[in-house]
């Protein structure tokens, strides 16, 4: 793979999230007002270079946690929600008094997954969000934690970052936490921890460096920004994990100085639809499928026939995204359905030619049509 040029790369982003953890936000007594200072000049810095903004911001529990004096996270969905509440408001109400000193203002959008495994909401919440940088208004998004249960959750704002991005076709993903990057141990126990300036590829070490990393005020420590990260560089975009409290981050990102850890785009990148189907979208099912019709799908690059499928797994509906298991059940593929789980019941091993005699109509030839197809990412469903 031919080395990339950081500082070109830099220059070519017109549009980034910029995603922030609770350890940046938020100290002893409550939000962080010094560090949202400079990270809203900072990110008005960027606007009046030309560069779109979109802010994923947490910080909500943890501050509602300072705002109530609590020492610790409560055990309970529901105190976690009540938190949330708490603090959202005092979070955005910060955010917009700090951007109004810069004549700028942000709007605050709270998400829950549902919102994104939903393509029409999906393009809503899209427009939304284009609009607003439109207007030159800053997007504040959050994880709607006060209404999410478990079905609907990201789980965490590092997968919200990486899902805003792909929604708003952001070429970059900035994930700033209160460490400098990624280390090989963790840097706040190990004096000897070292930075991890570039990883060209996630591999057993680097998912090892990164769990030994946990985080302490948001969901997710390292791991879950690994995951984002990866994420990303499948889609074709680079990500960059850095350090939120150091003054003037944003700036040297963006001159293309070698601060954090950089995650270089992946060249075999999957197009925007492909990615929402294997990354956003939760598959409600499973499909077995027969030898010959794995040869056909990762050999040969074709479509998914009833006449493949050895066995149908669950309740789904035309649509619908499932997981495609070999007949050892591996994982192969997944991919959006034409039919659902009743009619995949009936036609199930048979030859397209019989579909309409069997079900009295027919919607598609195939079942899974190639387009709506994800190979060989198996590992990360
Ligand atoms: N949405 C949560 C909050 O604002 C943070 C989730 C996370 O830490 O990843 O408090």
Not at 55 to 76: D, H, N, Q, Y
Not at 81 to 100: D, K
Not at 214 to 221: A, D, Q, R, W
Request: charged share 25%; hydrophobic share 40%.
């Amino acid at each position: 793979m031919p080395a990339i040029n950081r500082k070109k790369l830099m220059e070519s982003v017109k549009r980034v999230v910029v995603k922030v953890g609770s350890g940046v936000l938020t100290r002893r007594n409550g939000l962080n007002l010094n560090v949202i200072d400079d990270l809203t000049t900072e990110i008005c810095f960027l606007r009046k270079k030309g560069i779109e903004v979109i802010m994923v911001s947490s910080g909500a529990i943890a501050a509602g946690l300072r705002k109530i004096g609590m020492s610790k996270k409560p055990e309970s969905l529901s105190g976690m929600q009540a938190l949330a509440a708490m603090g959202q408001s005092n979070l955005i109400t910060v955010y917009e008094e700090a951007f109004a000193r810069h004549g700028a203002k942000a709007a605050q959008i709270l998400l829950t997954r549902d919102d994104l495994t939903n393509r029409r909401r999906y393009l809503n919440s899209r427009n939304t969000i284009l609009t607003l940088l439109s207007w030159k208004i800053i997007p504040v998004i959050n994880e709607n934690d006060t209404v999410v249960v478990d079905e609907i959750k990201f789980g965490d704002n590092d997968n919200l970052g990486g899902m805003v991005t792909n929604l708003t076709d952001s070429r970059l993903l900035v994930n700033l936490t209160n460490i400098d990057g990624l280390f090989d141990m963790d840097p706040r126990t190990n004096q000897d921890a070292e930075l991890i300036k570039i990883v060209t590829e996630i591999d057993e070490k680097i998912i090892g460096a990164a769990d030994k990393i946990p985080g302490f005020l948001g969901k997710g420590g390292m791991a879950s920004k690994i995951t984002a990260a990866r994420k990303m560089t499948l889609r074709g975009i680079p990500t960059i994990i850095a350090n939120g409290l150091k003054p003037g981050i944003l700036k040297d990102i963006f001159s293309g100085k070698e601060v954090g850890t950089f995650f270089p785009p992946n060249q075999k990148a999957l197009g925007s639809k492909k990615h929402w189907i294997a990354f956003t979208k939760s598959p409600k099912g499973k499909l077995v499928i027969d030898k010959g019709a794995e040869k056909a799908l990762l050999e040969n690059g074709k479509s998914l026939l009833p006449s493949g499928i050895k066995a149908v797994r669950g309740r789904f509906d035309r649509g619908n995204s499932v997981v495609l298991l070999n007949e050892s059940d591996r994982e192969l593929a997944v991919g959006l359905v034409n039919y659902n789980s009743d009619e995949l019941n009936r036609i199930q091993g048979v030859r397209t030619s019989r579909i309409e005699f069997l079900l009295g109509y027919k919607h598609n030839d195939e079942v899974i049509h190639r387009d709506n197809l994800v190979l060989s990412l198996a590992q990360v469903f």
